[in-house]
């Protein structure tokens, strides 16, 4: 038996990938430390996971949605209210063992907040959770031989082919600290109503033994300041560049990183002179990392000898090309209506976030349907009613341009908000504009023919014996110049000069002169 030196290449496979709805539906009283509830003007909705408890073919995630209500006082004001509904899901993962890498991601569809009456709010949400099994697996694949004496006239055919490893998969955290001072023009903050944060530009790449990270952090403050408690509202823009230790990570590798903002805490607190003057910024970043090595492998691709019978022992093996990675922008604007009453006085902020609905290969092409949700606070020319908000759609379509996907093709696609503004266009309407990234990293699955063992028998000499010196042969449609070297025990080289031939290249219907070696 001939001995067959082996390469490993480490393959990501997703190996199931399912989703579940969650309807939720909770009544939330309003604590007695609070005032009357006339109005609710915005709301906005967080999902906590905890860690996923695995077992087989079944994963039990502990979930908790955060919610927060700005809502208009009886009295006259603004007020803010926040709240938790835990619940437990237990979701079927077909083919799931205990050692997979399991991710959970959440979509909160719709979340509406009504007043039941100035003492009770209604909380009715839909979450959608989607649990996907990964596992890492070794692929080996012959790409050499030893143990072949000068006796046995070994030919050896070798392939050429691009495949990507998956060098590293991980999830860590970086943490980003910061204080925030108002502007002098703002008044000192009385009392906090509403507060958020996005990321904004986020981009990672590998380094040696790191993740490089940089983006901007917006964070916005809607308050109460001075002694009037007039509303009043501040938006900062904090760039961050850091580092996250990642042991393995080198500066070659290719990066498919997912970003996400896990925890957002906004503070109020008071400067150098005692006044209420700063806010004190604390976010977190969840890094879900994938590092690809891209290798050339030159498989052993077919293997035989002149004068020994070789059996090859075959199998079938994957391997990952990587197709593209593109990161694209799709620009949008679009007017939308605005309430006329009250009339709009000023767009004081928009928050915007991008939903995927769906995703259609197409000829060289992955297009994508999504909508740019955008929800905007503004001031009225109503006293009773200053602050009012209003959440507007707006759809948007974008072909990334992929050459050769299939439907076969594996996807990474991870969207974002680059750019968003809003400002009233006049007849009660709003202009929006935004630019969306999207981050696709494309791998094609190729089945290739591998070598698994081959064995060395004697050549039957008789039958050699009995075979002409020299003999001619017509070629046969589908023919190499390897097929035909190998079926007569011969070599290309020989064929070549008894042929006077100077390339390998031939067609169905050549005369071939070929020389027994043996």
């Given at each position: 038996?001939?001995?067959?030196e082996?390469?490993n290449?480490?393959?990501?496979?997703?190996?199931?990938?399912?989703?579940t709805?969650?309807?939720?539906?909770?009544?939330f009283i309003?604590?007695?430390t609070?005032?009357?509830?006339?109005?609710?003007?915005?709301?906005?909705?967080?999902?906590?996971?905890?860690?996923?408890?695995?077992q087989?073919?079944r994963?039990?995630?502990?979930?908790?949605?955060?919610?927060?209500v700005?809502?208009?006082?009886?009295?006259?004001?603004l007020?803010?209210?926040?709240?938790?509904?835990?619940?437990?899901?237990?979701?079927?993962?077909?083919?799931?063992?205990?050692?997979?890498?399991v991710?959970?991601?959440?979509?909160?569809e719709?979340?509406?907040?009504?007043?039941?009456?100035?003492?009770?709010?209604?909380i009715?949400?839909?979450?959608t959770?989607?649990?996907?099994?990964?596992?890492?697996?070794?692929t080996?694949?012959?790409?050499?031989?030893?143990?072949?004496?000068?006796?046995?006239?070994?030919?050896?055919?070798?392939?050429?082919?691009?495949?990507a490893?998956?060098?590293?998969?991980?999830?860590?955290?970086y943490?980003?600290k910061?204080?925030?001072?108002?502007p002098?023009?703002?008044?000192?903050?009385?009392?906090?109503?509403?507060t958020?944060?996005?990321l904004?530009?986020?981009?990672?790449?590998?380094?040696?033994?790191?993740?490089?990270?940089?983006?901007?952090?917006?964070?916005?403050?809607?308050?109460?300041g001075?002694?009037?408690?007039?509303?009043?509202?501040?938006?900062?823009?904090?760039?961050?560049?850091?580092?996250?230790?990642?042991?393995?990570?080198?500066?070659?590798?290719?990066?498919?990183?997912?970003?996400?903002?896990?925890?957002?805490?906004?503070?109020?607190?008071?400067?150098?002179?005692?006044?209420?003057?700063e806010?004190?910024?604390?976010?977190?970043i969840?890094?879900?990392?994938?590092?690809?090595e891209e290798?050339?492998?030159?498989?052993?691709?077919?293997?035989?000898?002149?004068n020994?019978?070789?059996?090859?022992?075959t199998g079938?093996?994957?391997?990952?090309?990587?197709l593209?990675?593109?990161?694209?922008?799709?620009?949008?604007?679009?007017?939308?209506?605005?309430?006329?009453?009250?009339?709009?006085?000023?767009?004081?902020?928009s928050?915007?976030s991008?939903?995927?609905?769906?995703?259609?290969?197409?000829?060289n092409?992955?297009?994508?349907?999504?909508?740019?949700e955008v929800?905007l606070?503004?001031?009225?020319?109503?006293?009773a009613?200053?602050?009012?908000?209003?959440?507007?759609?707006?759809?948007?379509?974008?072909?990334?341009?992929?050459?050769?996907?299939?439907?076969?093709?594996?996807?990474?696609?991870?969207?974002?908000?680059?750019?968003?503004t809003a400002?009233m266009?006049?007849?009660?309407?709003?202009?929006?504009?935004?630019?969306?990234?999207?981050?696709?990293?494309?791998?094609?699955?190729?089945?290739?023919?591998?070598?698994?063992?081959?064995?060395v028998?004697?050549?039957?000499t008789?039958?050699?014996?009995?075979?002409?010196?020299?003999?001619g042969?017509?070629?046969?449609?589908?023919?190499?110049?390897?097929?035909?070297?190998?079926?007569?025990?011969t070599t290309?080289?020989?064929?070549?000069?008894?042929?006077?031939?100077?390339?390998?290249?031939?067609?169905?219907?050549?005369c071939?002169?070929?020389?027994?070696?043996?």
């Amino acid at each position: 038996m001939l001995e067959l030196e082996k390469q490993n290449l480490r393959r990501n496979r997703l190996k199931s990938q399912t989703g579940t709805q969650v309807t939720l539906d909770d009544d939330f009283i309003v604590p007695d430390t609070m005032s009357d509830m006339a109005e609710v003007i915005l709301d906005s909705g967080i999902i906590q996971l905890e860690p996923v408890k695995v077992q087989r073919e079944r994963i039990t995630v502990r979930v908790k949605l955060d919610f927060h209500v700005l809502y208009r006082k009886e009295e006259g004001g603004l007020q803010a209210l926040g709240g938790s509904i835990p619940f437990e899901e237990a979701i079927n993962v077909p083919d799931l063992d205990e050692k997979d890498y399991v991710s959970v991601s959440w979509q909160l569809e719709d979340l509406n907040t009504e007043m039941i009456h100035s003492r009770k709010l209604g909380i009715k949400a839909i979450v959608t959770l989607e649990a996907k099994a990964e596992s890492l697996y070794d692929t080996e694949a012959a790409v050499d031989v030893r143990g072949a004496d000068d006796e046995i006239h070994l030919q050896v055919r070798r392939e050429r082919i691009p495949a990507a490893a998956i060098a590293l998969r991980r999830k860590d955290t970086y943490r980003l600290k910061q204080d925030i001072t108002l502007p002098g023009s703002k008044p000192v903050i009385e009392r906090m109503l509403w507060t958020e944060m996005k990321l904004a530009g986020c981009q990672a790449k590998p380094l040696d033994g790191q993740i490089h990270l940089e983006g901007t952090l917006m964070v916005f403050a809607l308050y109460e300041g001075g002694e009037s408690g007039m509303v009043q509202w501040v938006e900062e823009s904090i760039p961050f560049s850091g580092e996250v230790e990642m042991q393995g990570a080198t500066a070659d590798m290719i990066p498919v990183i997912g970003l996400k903002l896990i925890h957002r805490d906004l503070e109020e607190k008071p400067d150098y002179d005692g006044e209420m003057r700063e806010l004190s910024v604390d976010a977190v970043i969840e890094l879900d990392v994938r590092l690809y090595e891209e290798q050339e492998l030159e498989l052993l691709q077919d293997l035989y000898a002149t004068n020994r019978e070789i059996v090859l022992d075959t199998g079938e093996a994957v391997f990952d090309r990587i197709l593209t990675r593109n990161f694209g922008k799709c620009r949008v604007a679009e007017k939308v209506e605005m309430e006329t009453d009250p009339r709009v006085l000023q767009i004081c902020h928009s928050s915007g976030s991008v939903k995927l609905d769906g995703m259609e290969v197409r000829e060289n092409a992955l297009a994508v349907d999504g909508v740019l949700e955008v929800k905007l606070l503004y001031l009225t020319d109503e006293d009773a009613r200053p602050v009012q908000a209003a959440t507007r759609l707006v759809p948007f379509h974008y072909e990334a341009e992929t050459p050769g996907i299939t439907e076969d093709s594996i996807w990474y696609l991870e969207p974002g908000l680059e750019q968003l503004t809003a400002v009233m266009a006049g007849g009660g309407q709003a202009e929006l504009r935004g630019v969306i990234t999207l981050d696709l990293f494309v791998l094609q699955p190729e089945t290739r023919q591998i070598i698994l063992q081959a064995q060395v028998h004697p050549v039957d000499t008789e039958k050699m014996k009995a075979m002409p010196g020299i003999v001619g042969y017509l070629v046969q449609p589908g023919d190499s110049l390897w097929d035909v070297a190998k079926r007569f025990h011969t070599t290309e080289k020989s064929i070549l000069e008894a042929n006077e031939l100077t390339g390998d290249a031939i067609k169905a219907g050549d005369c071939l002169i070929l020389v027994k070696e043996i």
